[in-house]
Every structure is written in structure tokens, then in C-alpha cells.
Nanobody
Framework: QLQLVESGGGLVQPGGSLRLSCAAS????????MGWFRQAPGKEREGVSL????????YYADSVKGRFAISRDNAKRMVYLEMNSLKPEDTAHYYC????????????????WGQGTQVTVSS
């Protein structure tokens, strides 16, 4: 069964940090570009950070540059999103996604999506 399962979300104060994890099962992670997307209530889903199959290229939304870091461990079938200096505007449901095609992932299209994990930044 092909599956992406996110974890690591929660409630954090502004300025705090969280590390999101995405566990892949049922397929070979090496063949897929991976990404983190988020959606806040009343807003469209946006791409937060993406990473190519071999980690040679990453993408960050302007709103998270310098604060978030994406990484992956293909052997462990894991993708991570390190989030620092969190702001209330980072509050959203965060989704992990996998795409065989980097170009498709850049426009928000993926072959597989996880169920997501909630991140709430509030004092």
C-alpha cells in the first residue's frame, strides 16, 4: 500500500521550532521528488519547500526562506522539514507530497499526498 504519513506537528509559541517528518511506504522514495505544502483555513494550498530525488536542488517559498530547511533520507524513506523562528502566519495544515516529476511538483501536482499534520503557532 502506497502511503505518506506525516508527524511532528503541534502547538508552538511564536519564535519556536518544530520538525515535521514524512514516512513513505509502499514505493521507492529514490524515484520521487518530495515536497511540503500547507493550507490555512480560507486560503489556497501553497508549496512550502521541495527537494529533488538526490537532494541536489531545493525550493523554498519566499515566506519561509532562511527559517525552514527540507531534507530527506532515501534509505530510511523519510523526508523532514525543520521549521525555526515560527510565526503565527505559519499556522496551517502541512502535507507531504511525492511526485515522479519535479516540474509537476513545482506547480503543486503530486502522485501521492499524505493526510497532513497540523501546525499552530500561537502564544
Amino acid at each position: 500500500q502506497l502511503q505518506l504519513v506525516e508527524s511532528g506537528g503541534g502547538l508552538v509559541q511564536p519564535g519556536g521550532s518544530l520538525r515535521l517528518s514524512c514516512a513513505a511506504s509502499g514505493f521507492t522514495l529514490d524515484y520521487y521528488a518530495m515536497g511540503w505544502f500547507r493550507q490555512a483555513p480560507g486560503k489556497e494550498r501553497e508549496g512550502v519547500s521541495l527537494i529533488t530525488r538526490d537532494s541536489s536542488t531545493t525550493y523554498y517559498a519566499d515566506s519561509v526562506k532562511g527559517r525552514f530547511a527540507i531534507s530527506r533520507d532515501n534509505a530510511k524513506r523519510m523526508v523532514y522539514l525543520e521549521m525555526n523562528s515560527l510565526k503565527p502566519e505559519d499556522t496551517a495544515h502541512y502535507y507531504c507530497a511525492a511526485s515522479y516529476n519535479w516540474g509537476r511538483l513545482r506547480v503543486g501536482e503530486a502522485d501521492y499526498w499524505g493526510q497532513g499534520t497540523q501546525v499552530t503557532v500561537s502564544s
